[in-house]
């Protein structure tokens, strides 16, 4: 009776039942990090997130992805305990390891394309987790002075327990989909230290109002997700009606394809933020000293409205999974830079190159990340010739930022397709039937950036007598 219940429920919002199984188990992390708040001891807390966590896994996508979670976990603490000063190497490599040949094992891509599911979402969250912990573990052997903000931030002295360690793998309110957070934040959350201490004139903020927020953003993201899907398939891309339209209607669809594919992502992030409100650990200080209004940032994953109206595609990684975007920055961007230098597009591109290995071996991942790359450089480009005029010249300015507008939008949504349809058939289809307008582009103004350089006009200043 159960299982008719489940095939009809899953027919009527157009799903099968494995997603529908991973949904209301999604969704359950709401409630059951509620509970998490009432639950009594530091030890009982790590033993409540490690078991609701393993359990929500197990019923969502069977025993086996408790097993899978084991041998990332297992290499990250014993890399901890046997090794420290290479600990944050050894895991980041094994790690990803591990996760490359599930990615090939399960073909998760063609899996999630196909409205299936599977463990291997929430692997690649725990992939960053542990490697981060590791990392961290690493740093603590380290002096202060040479470090950056987030080491000095995030480092750990001590190892932590079995418990701990377990109770911050699984917790079941980012388990599935993120957010990723630190190691610290989850131990300081617990033992009520740090910005989430309730003694003196400090006080515990309430999550209710943020917390149905993000509810009420999760239902919006999914109606319009659902009312969309159906009119812009991918499946389009490859049929003879597709190639039959003209270069602008082309376009438009791809555009509209990747503003649908977004509204599941919005969803997604939005009930895990919901979680990560209720059971506190979302919190982020206060906006004031009056402790008037709470932030809760550290849940944030994803602000639709900045992605979607993006001035420059380097504001894109600050609005689109934020979490995952912060550690690629904490723990490959700037690891990679030597000290005194700085940043050009080798480490971008590195950067988006571990990006694109962490979502799985597809060529569309692959040409995605590389696109994405060249994007933000070639907006990086446009931004240079923007400051290079004279403030006097306010018009020219704001038409250089309606020029770097519309190339994010026109790059992101053409690059986005090879993101969705995942083969190098499709995307190569997909991008020839727009001239490989969005790869020309950047392209082009990176070249235009080298044969003109500029300098930003700087305000004179005024001498004093």
């Known amino acids: 009776m159960e299982l008719l219940d489940m095939d009809s429920m899953a027919s009527s919002i157009g799903v099968s039942v494995a997603v529908l199984r991973f949904l209301l188990c999604f969704v359950a992390t709401i409630p059951v990090s509620f509970l998490w708040r009432f639950v ?32 990332p976990m297992t290499i990250g603490y014993a890399s901890m305990a046997i090794y420290r000063p290479f600990s944050g190497f050894i895991t980041f490599f094994l790690g990803f390891a591990y996760l490359i040949g599930c990615h090939v094992f399960y073909m998760s891509g063609d899996a999630w394309k196909e409205g299936g599911i599977d463990a291997t979402g929430a692997l690649m969250v725990l992939t960053l987790k542990v490697i981060s912990c590791s ?13 950056r903000e987030a080491q000095k931030k995030n480092r750990l002295i001590q190892m932590p327990s079995l418990i701990e360690y377990f109770g911050y793998c699984l917790c079941c309110g980012s388990h599935f989909a993120g957010p990723v957070f630190e190691m610290k934040d989850y131990l300081e959350w617990t033992e009520e230290k740090g910005i989430w201490a309730v003694s003196g004139k400090q006080k515990r903020p309430s999550p209710f109002g943020a917390m149905i927020r993000a509810i009420f953003q999760a239902a919006i993201c999914m109606g319009l997700y659902l009312y969309l899907v159906p009119k812009f398939p991918l499946t389009r891309f490859t049929e003879p009606v597709y190639q039959e339209w003209g270069f602008w209607k082309r376009f438009g669809y791809q555009y509209m394809a990747g503003l649908t594919a977004r509204w599941k992502y919005y969803f997604i992030w939005s009930i895990s933020e919901a979680s990560i409100i209720i059971s506190g650990l979302g919190f982020s200080g206060w906006t004031d000293e009056t402790q008037t209004k709470a932030k809760w940032d550290r849940a944030k994953n994803v602000d639709i409205l900045g992605v979607e109206l993006a001035k420059s595609a380097v504001q894109i990684p600050l609005y689109w999974n934020i979490q995952v975007s912060t550690w690629l920055r904490h723990y490959v961007y700037e690891r990679i830079v030597k000290p005194g230098k700085k940043a050009g597009f080798f480490q971008l591109l590195a950067t988006q190159t571990v990006s694109a290995v962490w979502h799985g071996l597809y060529p569309g991942y692959i040409i995605f990340f590389v696109q994405s790359a060249l994007m933000i450089d070639g907006s990086k480009a446009i931004y240079r010739w923007q400051q290079a005029i004279p403030p006097k010249m306010a018009m020219l300015r704001n038409v250089m930022v309606l020029i770097n507008f519309l190339y994010t939008v026109l790059v992101l949504n053409y690059s986005a397709v090879g993101f969705m349809v995942l083969s190098l058939h499709e995307t190569i289809v997909a991008y020839k039937s727009v001239y490989f307008i969005g790869t020309v582009i950047p392209i082009i103004v990176l070249l235009l950036s080298s044969v003109v350089p500029v300098k930003p006009v700087r305000p004179k200043t005024v001498k004093k007598e």
Do not use: Q, T, W
């Open 40 to 71: 009594p001891s530091r030890l009982g807390k790590h033993i409540y997130s490690a078991a609701s966590g393993a359990f929500l896994s197990y019923l969502s996508f069977g025993f086996s992805s408790n097993l899978h979670f084991l041998v």
């Open 135 to 147: 990392i961290n573990y690493n740093d603590g052997m380290l002096k202060e002075e040479g470090l």
